[in-house]
Nanobody
């Protein structure tokens, strides 16, 4: 059974940093692109960042470019999202997605 488990969320002040992790179990996803999405209250889920299977290609939403970095460790079957210079508008539940599988999400709250 495939399982994705996100961690690393929390409460942080504006300008602070958090590092999210998403560990996969049940199968290996080294040949799949991975992505982070987020969903704020009352809003649709949006793509935040994605990374190719070999990690050489990344893409970011305009709102997070220059502040967030997505990386992956295929040996650990894990994808990360380093979030710097956080803003209140980054407040959301963050989800990882791999091969149409979703994690349960981790809450990120940024206070002003």
């Amino acid at each position: 059974q495939v399982q994705l488990v996100e961690s690393g969320g929390g409460l942080v002040q504006a300008g602070g940093s958090l590092r999210l992790s998403c560990a996969a179990s049940g199968r290996t996803f080294s040949n799949y692109a991975k992505a982070w999405f987020r969903q704020a209250p009352g809003k649709e889920r949006e793509l935040v960042a994605s990374i190719s299977s070999n990690g050489r290609s990344t893409d970011y939403a305009d709102s997070v470019k220059g502040r967030f970095t997505i990386t992956r460790d295929n040996a650990k079957n894990t994808v990360y999202l380093q979030m710097n210079n956080l803003r209140p508008e980054d407040t959301a539940v963050y989800y990882c997605n791999v091969a149409k599988n979703w994690g349960q999400g981790t809450q990120v709250t940024v206070s002003s």
